[in-house]
């Protein structure tokens, strides 16, 4: 199973901020997805990334893939008390399993 | 629409007491896997099934056991429960491919 990091792994942030959460793995996967939990929930799904360079865009949350298809980042533009939740990429191996990193508890303080 | 459907929510078992956490899914999809959900940890995949019939382990498969005799159940057992086994517990389905992954609201278990 291959492995993927995550950092930061906690963010606590003004509203208005900016802010970049990176993940990273030392292989290569066919995809990557980024879901947000928030607490008492199961994790629901932002976006998926499938080509290298990829750019997508959902409102203030900009995800990007890496040339190399071996890492990804989440920017929030303007971060506001509702993106409060833990944030986590994923891996897709063999077209199904997820491979999950750690998560970035993302905090933004009104 | 129900989506992933987990029963129970919550779960007090003494160690060395089993249980199943029922999983349900209505959407037809054909994969299904269980993940445990610990603190820095994210998600570890448990178990999962490619469809009924077949199932396979995943990165921390021991001490569970699953089974799919239909595409809508994927129920997990615990045979002998562990205060390591302690965590939350999350179902999720999806169509085949890089497609979105669908979750269950969890069941938080504890093992005294």
């Known amino acids: 199973t291959q492995l993927l990091e995550q950092s930061p792994q906690f963010l606590s942030i003004q509203e208005g901020e900016n802010l970049t959460v990176y993940c990273n793995s030392s292989s290569v996967f066919s995809s990557l997805q980024w879901y947000r939990q928030e607490p008492g929930e199961g994790p629901v799904l932002l976006v998926t990334v499938v080509t290298g360079g990829e750019v997508k865009k959902l409102k203030r949350l900009t995800f990007q893939f890496g040339d190399a298809r071996k890492d990804s980042s989440l920017h929030i533009t303007a971060a506001q008390p509702g993106d409060t939740g833990l944030y986590l990429c994923?891996?897709?191996?063999?077209?199904?399993?997820?491979?999950f990193g750690a998560g970035t508890i993302l905090r933004v303080k009104s | 629409n129900a989506g992933v459907t987990q029963t129970p929510k919550f779960q007090v078992l003494k160690t060395g007491q089993s249980m199943t956490l029922q999983c349900a899914q209505d959407?037809?999809?054909?994969?299904m896997s269980w993940y445990r959900q610990d603190p820095g940890m994210g998600l570890r995949l448990i178990h999962y099934s490619v469809g009924a019939g077949i199932t396979d382990q995943g990165e921390v498969p021991n001490g569970y056991n699953v089974s799919r005799s239909t595409t809508e159940d994927f129920p997990l057992r615990l045979l002998s429960a562990a205060p390591s086994q302690t965590s939350v517990y999350f179902c999720?389905?999806?169509?085949?491919?890089?497609?979105?992954?669908?979750f269950g609201q969890g069941t938080r278990l504890t093992v005294v």
């Open positions: 959407m037809n999809h054909e994969y």
């Open positions: 994923a891996g897709v191996e063999y077209g199904n399993k997820l491979v």
């Open positions: 999720a389905s999806k169509k085949r491919g890089i497609t979105e992954a669908f």
